[in-house]
């Protein structure tokens, strides 16, 4: 499954470092981050549930840039 | 300017005033050392601030090497060397780049939405005989809306009364307007300009033509380029690597120098080390390339020409094989009388019988036979219609007997018929028995193909190929009006993918394959090639979601247009590649030596940047490429 999310974040660098931190978060299939659009495009795993997925790929983000929001 | 950006800008201007006056009265009277440090501190802290909080942070959660540790590093290394000045410069300029850099792509953000400003805000719908707005979104299928002149056509629907022109602009680049009648189909997204129009919706908001658009050009960019992945990866391993490097550079050369018996000279050496750190801020690269491509895809839609993703633009640019469909694509893919030989009545009355015995047919045949007629029809006139299946119709014209049909019908009733030179559908017409001649009837190549091959091969196409299932004669008639260089003819749709995939196996890797269609049944060819192209997609939703580029119009022009844009847009991206990687590593081996100091370094950060965006927002203006 995938969904979209809109971001909010300064810098292009800390768009990638934010996609990066999305990937590695369990649950996680893929994900990219588009600076220029402001949105985050994440593929889930099966069966998990997208909500939860989330909340911890905000903590993953936040911790590799203070500054970044995402709307979920 | 958004809210963060006014504050970015107050702080740098009063750090500016400060520093500007600490330095004037700094003319006039020595401070104490304590005291100018304390003055100096003021300044660099106000703009400075969050640059260190940030930085104090990444080292908390173990995400060190960004480019705020860099900049803390260097303007804390700087003020402790006792530079004051350059430490707040350096700092100063820092954030300026950062602001420009916020504003240029906020403004980008801004224009490329306002080039695709095509989202309706309301319908008009007539409730209780009064007009009154509603959401798009609430708008069921087979409402009736009106549109007032000035307003855009809010959701896909037909004409049930009205008349006007249509400015298509804002989808298809095309600026002449669109004629519209009753009946006629329209599209969500064109401006209505002359009448009012009554629409009878065919489809909901979500699936109308205009929100499909804007689904496509939001969600475009999303996948990266092969360059935008080697900038950010270049980033991620770069930044650790400069900062070793910039240790190094601080502490190898004086213990060499100690080890020699000479002078450490530590604090020359950790200048040239901080200034080493200032000029390797990755920033430049990392926003101009995904902006070069942002501005590119913007630019394109403009222009007509959507563009899935960066990546595709990429691939665009190192086409070298261009494959047609031929129906569709290089020619209208409508029938058309183009010739009537042979009579032995007046053409007019030839034509005459024929429309009228075809006139219960809807066989595109026959409908082109009825337009080039150009008479309303009284069916009254034609009776006793018989309908041979594949060959043709009998019927009684105004009591003659009258017989149109293809070689097999005239073979059938024993008549004797005339072949044709010329390439297209035959339709023998033959009355009370006897042959009377023939009408022809072709596809007509669309006005600008020939131009469009022509426009392609100057792009540096090595190999242009047609692919289709008509005829040979047909196809190769076509290929050499218009310079094509290979036809494959009588193809079924699933040879097409076998001939496309043969020739992929035959071009080298970084020679990238095209291929165009009119995206109705080709969607596996498109789906096979390197890129695919689809054209005239107004109102196809196939089209749009097998392509990987979509022609909103279906001028064969645009195919060399996209090409041209794409090269442009990837030389920009080069440009900046190079530019930026070139100008640092020149600037990192000056710092190393000694030559460079915390100036150049400046400019080599921050002045690199703006050049780099700047150079980026030129992908925008892809009109006259």
Same mark, same amino acid.
């Given at each position: 499954?995938?969904?979209?999310?809109?971001?909010?974040?300064?810098?292009a660098?800390?768009?990638n470092?934010?996609?990066?931190?999305?990937?590695?978060?369990?649950?996680?299939?893929?994900?990219?981050?588009?600076?220029?659009t402001?949105?985050m495009?994440?593929?889930?795993?099966?069966?998990?549930?997208?909500?939860?997925?989330m909340?911890?790929?905000?903590?993953?983000?936040?911790?590799?840039?203070?500054?970044?929001?995402?709307?979920? | 300017?958004?809210?963060?950006?006014?504050?970015?800008?107050?702080?740098?201007?009063?750090?500016?005033?400060l520093?500007?006056v600490?330095?004037?009265?700094?003319?006039?009277?020595?401070?104490?050392?304590?005291?100018?440090?304390?003055?100096y501190?003021?300044?660099?802290?106000i703009?400075?601030?969050?640059?260190?909080?940030?930085?104090?942070?990444?080292?908390?959660?173990?995400?060190?090497?960004?480019?705020?540790?860099?900049?803390?590093?260097?303007? =804390?290394?700087?003020?402790?060397?006792?530079?004051?000045?350059?430490g707040?410069?350096?700092?100063?300029?820092?954030?300026?780049?950062?602001?420009?850099?916020?504003?240029?792509?906020?403004?980008?953000?801004?224009?490329?939405?306002?080039?695709?400003?095509?989202?309706?805000?309301?319908?008009?719908?007539?409730?209780?005989?009064?007009?009154?707005?509603?959401?798009?979104?609430?708008?069921?299928?087979g409402?009736?809306?009106?549109?007032?002149?000035?307003?855009?056509?809010?959701?896909?629907?037909?004409?049930?009364?009205?008349?006007?022109?249509?400015?298509?602009?804002?989808?298809?680049?095309?600026?002449?307007?669109?004629?519209?009648k009753?009946e006629?189909?329209?599209?969500?997204?064109?401006?209505?300009?002359?009448?009012?129009?009554?629409?009878?919706?065919?489809?909901?908001?979500?699936?109308?033509?205009?929100?499909?658009?804007?689904?496509?050009?939001?969600?475009?960019?999303?996948?990266?380029?092969?360059?935008?992945?080697?900038?950010?990866?270049?980033?991620?391993?770069?930044?650790p690597?400069?900062?070793y490097?910039?240790l190094? =550079?601080?502490?190898?050369?004086?213990?060499?120098?100690?080890?020699?018996?000479?002078?450490?000279?530590?604090?020359?050496?950790?200048?040239?080390?901080?200034?080493?750190?200032?000029?390797?801020?990755?920033?430049?690269?990392?926003?101009s390339?995904?902006?070069?491509?942002?501005?590119?895809?913007?630019?394109?839609?403009?222009?007509?020409?959507?563009?899935?993703g960066?990546?595709?633009?990429?691939?665009?640019?190192?086409?070298?094989?261009?494959?047609?469909?031929?129906?569709?694509?290089?020619?209208?893919?409508?029938?058309?009388?183009?010739?009537?030989?042979?009579?032995?009545?007046?053409?007019?009355?030839?034509?005459?019988?024929?429309a009228?015995?075809?006139?219960?047919?809807?066989?595109?045949?026959?409908?082109?036979?009825?337009k080039?007629?150009?008479?309303?029809?009284?069916?009254?006139?034609?009776?006793?219609?018989?309908?041979?299946?594949?060959?043709?119709?009998?019927a009684?014209?105004?009591?003659?007997?009258?017989?149109?049909?293809?070689?097999?019908?005239?073979?059938?009733?024993?008549?004797?018929?005339?072949?044709?030179h010329?390439?297209?559908?035959?339709v023998?017409?033959?009355v009370?028995?006897?042959?009377?001649?023939?009408?022809?009837?072709?596809?007509?190549?669309k006005?600008?193909a020939?131009?469009?091959?022509?426009?392609?091969k100057?792009?540096?196409?090595?190999?242009?190929?047609?692919?289709?299932?008509?005829?040979?004669?047909?196809?190769?008639?076509?290929?050499?009006?218009?310079?094509?260089?290979?036809?494959?003819?009588?193809?079924?749709p699933?040879?097409?993918?076998?001939?496309?995939?043969?020739?992929?196996?035959?071009?080298?890797?970084?020679?990238?394959?095209?291929?165009?269609?009119?995206?109705?049944?080709?969607?596996?060819v498109?789906?096979?090639?390197d890129?695919g192209?689809?054209m005239?997609a107004?109102?196809?939703?196939?089209?749009?979601?097998?392509?990987?580029?979509?022609?909103?119009?279906?001028?064969?022009?645009?195919?060399?247009?996209?090409?041209?844009?794409?090269?442009?847009?990837?030389?920009?991206?080069?440009?900046?590649?190079y530019?930026?990687?070139?100008?640092?590593?020149i600037?990192?081996? =000056?710092?190393?030596?000694?030559?460079?100091?915390?100036?150049?370094?400046?400019?080599?950060?921050?002045?690199?940047?703006?050049l780099?965006?700047?150079?980026?927002?030129?992908?925008?203006?892809?009109?006259?490429?």
């Amino acid at each position: 499954m995938k969904k979209t999310y809109k971001i909010e974040v300064d810098c292009a660098n800390c768009a990638n470092k934010m996609e990066q931190a999305a990937k590695e978060t369990a649950g996680v299939k893929d994900a990219t981050v588009n600076f220029m659009t402001l949105k985050m495009i994440v593929e889930f795993e099966e069966g998990q549930e997208p909500k939860k997925v989330m909340e911890e790929v905000l903590k993953n983000c936040k911790k590799v840039e203070d500054d970044c929001e995402i709307f979920i | 300017m958004n809210k963060k950006q006014k504050k970015a800008l107050a702080q740098i201007l009063t750090s500016i005033v400060l520093i500007i006056v600490i330095s004037a009265v700094a003319h006039w009277i020595v401070f104490h050392p304590y005291l100018e440090f304390v003055l100096y501190m003021v300044p660099y802290l106000i703009v400075g601030y969050d640059i260190l909080r940030k930085a104090f942070k990444g080292i908390k959660n173990r995400q060190v090497f960004d480019e705020n540790f860099l900049m803390a590093v260097a303007t =804390l290394g700087a003020i402790l060397l006792g530079d004051y000045k350059e430490g707040v410069a350096v700092m100063l300029f820092y954030q300026i780049g950062e602001l420009f850099q916020s504003y240029a792509v906020g403004k980008s953000r801004k224009n490329i939405s306002e080039l695709m400003d095509i989202r309706p805000d309301y319908a008009n719908v007539e409730r209780d005989g009064k007009l009154e707005k509603v959401d798009p979104d609430e708008v069921e299928v087979g409402t009736v809306i009106i549109v007032q002149p000035g307003e855009k056509i809010p959701i896909d629907g037909i004409i049930i009364e009205g008349e006007t022109a249509l400015n298509t602009s804002a989808l298809t680049g095309e600026s002449l307007p669109r004629e519209v009648k009753t009946e006629d189909e329209v599209i969500s997204g064109c401006i209505n300009m002359t009448g009012v129009i009554k629409i009878r919706t065919k489809k909901e908001f979500g699936e109308s033509t205009v929100s499909k658009i804007l689904d496509l050009v939001e969600n475009s960019s999303s996948k990266k380029s092969r360059s935008e992945n080697f900038i950010s990866k270049f980033a991620r391993y770069y930044t650790p690597i400069v900062c070793y490097g910039a240790l190094a =550079l601080a502490f190898l050369p004086p213990l060499f120098n100690v080890i020699m018996g000479r002078n450490p000279a530590v604090g020359q050496w950790v200048y040239r080390a901080l200034t080493f750190l200032v000029i390797s801020c990755p920033c430049a690269l990392v926003i101009s390339i995904p902006l070069s491509f942002f501005a590119g895809i913007g630019g394109a839609s403009k222009e007509g020409v959507l563009v899935k993703g960066s990546n595709y633009l990429e691939t665009l640019s190192q086409a070298k094989y261009v494959v047609f469909d031929k129906t569709g694509t290089m020619t209208q893919g409508i029938f058309q009388v183009s010739g009537i030989h042979h009579s032995k009545l007046p053409d007019e009355k030839l034509l005459e019988y024929a429309a009228l015995a075809e006139c219960y047919s809807s066989h595109p045949i026959s409908k082109s036979l009825q337009k080039a007629y150009g008479r309303e029809i009284d069916k009254n006139r034609v009776q006793e219609v018989k309908e041979i299946s594949g060959n043709g119709v009998t019927a009684k014209v105004d009591g003659v007997n009258v017989a149109v049909g293809n070689d097999k019908l005239m073979k059938q009733l024993g008549l004797e018929y005339k072949e044709c030179h010329e390439v297209g559908t035959l339709v023998h017409v033959a009355v009370e028995g006897q042959y009377k001649g023939h009408i022809l009837i072709s596809d007509q190549l669309k006005p600008h193909a020939k131009e469009a091959i022509a426009a392609l091969k100057k792009t540096g196409i090595k190999k242009s190929v047609m692919l289709t299932g008509d005829s040979k004669l047909a196809a190769e008639k076509v290929a050499e009006e218009l310079g094509i260089h290979e036809v494959y003819s009588e193809l079924l749709p699933a040879d097409k993918v076998s001939k496309v995939e043969e020739l992929l196996g035959q071009k080298a890797e970084k020679e990238k394959l095209i291929f165009v269609g009119d995206g109705i049944n080709d969607a596996p060819v498109l789906s096979r090639a390197d890129v695919g192209i689809a054209m005239g997609a107004l109102g196809s939703d196939a089209a749009i979601e097998a392509a990987d580029v979509v022609l909103m119009d279906d001028d064969p022009l645009k195919i060399a247009k996209a090409i041209k844009i794409s090269k442009k847009c990837i030389r920009i991206v080069y440009e900046n590649i190079y530019f930026a990687i070139g100008v640092k590593i020149i600037c990192l081996i =000056l710092g190393a030596v000694g030559i460079a100091n915390m100036w150049v370094a400046i400019f080599a950060d921050v002045g690199v940047m703006i050049l780099a965006v700047l150079n980026a927002i030129r992908a925008l203006f892809v009109k006259n490429v």
